[in-house]
């Protein structure tokens, strides 16, 4: 009888080679996710990067932005009132901003429902108030 083929190996054999094709079956698809991840990361920085300059030059716009208003207004009024004008409105934007920002830190600040509703549900338990379906 001749030797068995690769065709015809032993179940104990497929069984034992088993581990060792899962394991590298594992290793390679954590080499993928790792090269995925690093493609993944490298572009996240470029893009991050690429928007922090936008921001930057940004504000440069928004400083000649400034000052062609300034100077707009300066056609038709004292340059000295013109600035002052465009400052008092940029304190106004300012002043709005502020106050849309503190009433959303006072809205964060709120207590949550769940912890309101598991005080009411510990006073129920103890006897202490009533009960409330909400």
């Given at each position: 009888m001749a030797a068995p083929t690769e065709d015809e190996?032993?179940?104990?054999?497929?069984?034992?080679?088993?581990?060792?094709r899962v394991?590298?079956?594992?290793?390679?698809?954590?080499?993928?996710i790792k090269a995925e991840l690093s493609y993944?990361?490298?572009?996240?920085g470029i893009g991050a990067g690429l928007m922090a300059?936008?921001?930057?030059?940004?504000?440069?716009l928004l400083g000649t932005l400034i000052a062609t208003g300034i100077l707009a207004l300066a056609l038709v009024m004292p340059a000295w009132a013109a600035a002052l004008t465009v400052s008092g409105i940029l304190l106004l934007i300012i002043a709005v901003l502020v106050w849309i920002?503190?009433?959303s830190f006072k809205r964060?600040?709120?207590p949550l429902e769940s912890?309101?509703?598991?005080?009411?549900?510990?006073?129920m338990v103890k006897g202490a108030g009533e009960y409330d379906h909400r």
């Open positions: 190996r032993s179940l104990f054999t497929l069984i034992g080679e088993l581990p060792d394991s590298t079956l594992v290793r390679a698809e954590i080499d993928q993944k990361a490298k572009h996240f300059a936008a921001a930057f030059v940004g504000l440069f920002g503190i009433v964060g600040a709120e912890i309101e509703s598991l005080k009411r549900d510990v006073d």
